[in-house]
């Protein structure tokens, strides 16, 4: 079992052809002494022990990526993913004295490469160790590329060629690092991937056959290392959506609230109107504020919150037209045309009321413009926004053929797998928004 699932499979058919040998030898040889039936019960008990072993053996090989992976599961440094290999080839092998010396290479535009780092682990666990730089880079030297078993008082080493099992002499810093570290006898694990390079040293009872299993390990070390980036890079493009969305939020509610108060402000700074007829307008300004401030509260919620209760869609996004009216000063309606799955917008509400803010505050600050008709539409397959307005048309790109598309909104769009469409004419714009329900499920 120990070297692997095809070996157990011929030990087993060995071992259950020779007992069935023997008793047919003992039977000729001594007639009328051995119960045939009493050999074939014990060979079917045979029989059933062997397959157990080869289960066992086939479900270990199959479950060891599972094993692994869940090893270092999460977002680890690479001192600790260091750890975490010298962990895992303790336990394999069984040693309570292993030792790891590695270096990381820089990117190929800088020079030189990083210092050598050592860390041990023993009875006490997993710890640093203080070691001279030149003895380390002295040490990744004269280690070879491939596993190999050392024996420190005798200052040779076993590697594994490619037809046979060759002997070699152990240099003079290596033999006198490991006798240093009480390391007598073990075997030497190479270390080469994602510009690291490095061997551990482990203290065991080695053969010849173990070669193998070194060899076993430094394929496991490799998909460790591999499979710690992945997760590094897999929680990096997390957080960087997580950022995207972030900033969307604040830019489609955040800076659009302040844009509008700040248009408000303008226009009363520029009105003729008497101070009662002001302060009216700026009581107005203050509950906005204070509807806008509840809800960026809610926004901090929601992301507190792994699925967070909404309220119906609907009207919700009609109480929002209604305050962006106001914020604005603009006529902005809202027209349902039914047929609206609430499913789907317990997915998407969210992100339909930012579309509407930005939407809107675009029409008013870009185009200029005085009224805005939102619209929703729900179909079999897909759930339809509609942002149109009166304002000027949209300004053309450099090349003259195309118009510039709102980035916020195609942003979102995307994210959801919609599409986003714009038309843009002598009688204002209109954006239409298609998300499609499956991205609800």
């Not at 290999?85 to 004295?97: C, D, F, K, P, Q």
């Not at 006798?179 to 006898?185: I, P």
């Not at 009872?205 to 897999?234: C, H, K, P, W, Y």
């Not at 699925?307 to 809202?334: K, M, Y």
Request: with cysteine.
């Amino acid at each position: 079992m120990r070297w692997g699932g095809r070996e157990t499979v011929l030990t087993a058919l060995a071992v259950n052809l020779l007992f069935l040998l023997s008793g047919e030898a003992a039977a000729l040889a001594m007639p009328g002494e051995i119960d045939l039936q009493r050999l074939l019960i014990r060979s079917s008990y045979l029989v059933v022990l062997s397959l157990l072993f080869i289960v066992y053996a086939a479900g270990t090989h199959d479950d060891k990526g599972y094993m692994l992976q869940a090893r270092v599961r999460g977002h680890f440094g690479l001192p600790r993913l260091i750890e975490l290999i010298v962990e895992h080839v303790a336990g394999r092998l069984g040693s309570t004295n292993v030792i790891a010396v590695w270096r990381r290479e820089k990117n190929s535009d800088r020079q030189g490469s990083a210092i050598p780092q050592v860390c041990c682990l023993g009875a006490a666990g997993s710890m640093s160790m203080k070691v001279p730089s030149d003895v380390l880079w002295q040490v990744l030297a004269d280690s070879a590329s491939q596993p190999f078993l050392f024996h420190a008082e005798k200052g040779r080493v076993l590697l594994a060629g490619r037809d046979k099992v060759t002997a070699a002499r152990v240099s003079q810093h290596l033999a006198q690092f490991l006798e240093r570290r009480s390391l007598a006898t073990g075997i030497a694990v190479p270390i080469d991937s994602n510009n690291l390079h490095g061997i551990i040293f482990a203290e065991a009872e080695v053969s010849v056959d173990d070669l193998r299993t070194g060899t076993r390990l430094v394929e496991e070390a490799a998909f460790m290392l591999e499979q710690g980036l992945l997760n590094r890079l897999s929680e990096e493009a997390a957080a960087a959506r997580t950022r995207l969305a972030i900033a969307r939020d604040l830019h489609d509610s955040v800076a659009q609230l302040l844009a509008g108060l700040s248009f408000r402000l303008e226009a009363l700074k520029r009105s003729e109107k008497a101070a009662l007829e002001l302060r009216d307008e700026v009581e107005l300004l203050q509950q906005e504020r204070a509807t806008e401030q509840d809800y960026v509260r809610s926004l901090i919620a929601e992301l507190r919150e792994e699925d967070p209760p909404r309220g119906e869609v609907v009207p919700q996004i009609r109480r929002l037209t209604d305050r962006l009216a106001h914020q604005w000063s603009i006529n902005c309606l809202f027209v349902d045309s039914g047929g609206v799955r609430p499913a789907s917008l317990r997915t998407f509400g969210q992100e339909i009321e930012q579309m509407v803010r930005e939407g809107v505050a675009n029409a008013v600050r870009h185009g200029k413009a005085d009224r805005v008709e939102i619209g929703l539409t729900g179909q079999l397959q897909s759930l339809e926004l509609t942002i149109a307005d009166n304002g000027c048309w949209l300004p053309e790109n450099g090349d003259g053929a195309t118009r510039v598309r709102p980035r916020s909104l195609e942003e979102r769009a995307q994210a959801l797998g919609g599409a986003l469409e714009v038309a843009s004419g002598e009688c204002g714009t209109t954006i239409r928004i298609r998300l499609p329900l499956e991205a609800s499920g």
